[in-house]
């Protein structure tokens, strides 16, 4: 079965601080895909970034970056320079690859992510 | 931003009362979920199509059904609505080849 894990319940940061938001995942397929969403107090869901499980390569984008590695089954996500406007509720989320199965995603709990002046 | 939209936005309803989320889309996407959010869970699946008359059960199926009868519309159906299901109902659209789902704004549903 897969599982998401994300150990942090909320981060509270000061504008400008970097903060970076855990998550570990499980799953016994070969092939997955790994993504991060945004849920501003809005409550609406924003795709930030994908991963497959076959590219490590770790990039950024703007002032998101992320750190995906395989042998510790981690896909971190790294906000650099925060501002008030990235206070939300940031999920991580597990996806199969499989047919009829598509899509279908396995998420953590969520990171309240708190961003003061 | 891609077309999909949730009806009702916001319910209230009785303990034992049917009640019909629906869930329409413009993209022609083959891949439909509907998920549920509660506090401390993150979001979960409760039933999923992966074409039209073809749904699998999620998650958290128990106490929901669904039914897709067209591509554009998938309609989470709770037949005795339970107080345990109040809470924030999304969802979602994807289609193969391009791994992102893109979910709709939400229905709020409160069982009284």
């Known amino acids: 079965a897969q599982k998401v894990t994300q150990a942090q319940t909320e981060i509270s940061v000061v504008e400008k601080e970097d903060v970076t938001l855990d998550c570990v995942y499980e799953t016994r397929d070969t092939t997955y895909y790994l993504f991060w969403y945004k849920q501003p107090p809005s409550g609406e869901l924003v795709f930030l970034i994908r991963?497959?499980?076959?590219?490590?390569q770790n990039e950024i984008s703007g002032r998101y970056s992320w750190n995906f590695q395989k042998s510790t089954s981690s896909f971190n996500f790294t906000i650099t320079a925060s501002q008030v406007v990235d206070s939300a509720v940031y999920f991580c989320?597990?996806?199969?690859?499989?047919?009829?199965?598509?899509?279908?995603?396995?998420f953590g709990a969520g990171t309240q992510v708190v961003v003061t002046p | 931003d891609a077309g999909i939209t949730q009806s009702p936005r916001h319910k209230v309803t009785e303990t034992g009362t049917p009640v019909t989320l629906r869930c329409h889309q413009t993209e022609n996407h083959r891949y439909m979920y509907w998920y549920r959010q509660d506090p401390g869970h993150g979001l979960r699946l409760i039933h999923y199509s992966y074409g039209v008359k073809d749904t699998d059960k999620g998650e958290v199926s128990d106490g929901y059904s669904v039914s897709r009868s067209k591509t554009e519309d998938f309609l989470l159906t709770l037949e005795s609505a339970t107080s345990s299901q109040t809470s924030v109902y999304f969802c979602?659209?994807?289609?193969?080849?391009?791994?992102?789902?893109?979910f709709g704004q939400g229905t709020r549903l409160t069982v009284v």
């Open positions: 989320a597990l996806s199969e690859a499989l047919g009829d199965s598509w899509g279908k995603l396995q």
């Open positions: 991963r497959n499980s076959f590219d490590e």
């Open positions: 979602a659209i994807s289609e193969e080849g391009n791994t992102e789902a893109f």
